[in-house]
């Protein structure tokens, strides 16, 4: 009987789900960094190969990259899931006290207890992301460069996008 080896890489289901995860409840950012792109974008290329189609890894790497040169904002689908889970458990709460039942509310105060907690955790790192300051974000863009996670045209791209950003911003308080 022949015996088959496989290598099973680190890109396996519980690095995807890793990278899920620090989707959703993201890392500090190391080395004195202000920013996790680094982190996010090295997690993301890592597990790209076995989790990730290509299309899905353009679309989510485009997404890290265009936070960058934006003013980034929680996306509504984030917000509509966020307030539908506290919603729940409220109603789970208010549900098993009204058939007294106190000792059960713990159940439906999960889901909002999570869903309160990724909702602060998220609404800090777009208020972070939306703070970046100019200087930081042509700073991280240089540190992507060095670090081969984005090409030296797409980091002029991206200076070119930030650059426009913060002219926009200049002539709008001018007017």
């Known amino acids: 009987m022949k015996t088959h080896t496989v290598n099973v890489e680190e890109t396996t289901p519980a690095s995807a789900i890793g990278l899920i995860c620090q989707s959703i409840w993201e890392t500090r950012a190391t080395a004195g960094r202000r920013h996790t792109l680094i982190e996010r974008l090295t997690k993301l290329r890592d597990t790209k190969d076995g989790f990730l189609t290509v299309c899905e890894y353009a679309e989510i790497r485009s997404e890290f990259l265009g936070e960058l040169a934006t003013r980034p904002r929680m996306p509504f689908s984030q917000v509509l899931i966020t307030i539908t889970l506290c919603a729940t458990g409220f109603a789970g709460i208010i549900y098993c006290f009204l058939h007294h039942m106190p000792g059960i509310a713990l159940v439906p105060a999960m889901p909002l207890a999570a869903s309160g907690l990724i909702w602060w955790h998220r609404e800090r790192d777009y208020a972070a992301k939306w703070n970046f300051s100019h200087f930081n974000r042509l700073e991280a863009v240089n540190e992507l460069a060095e670090a ?12 070119g996008r930030i650059a426009e950003m913060y002219e926009d911003e200049r002539v709008a308080c001018h007017q």
């Open 148 to 159: 081969a996670l984005i090409s030296a045209e797409e980091a002029s791209t991206i200076r």
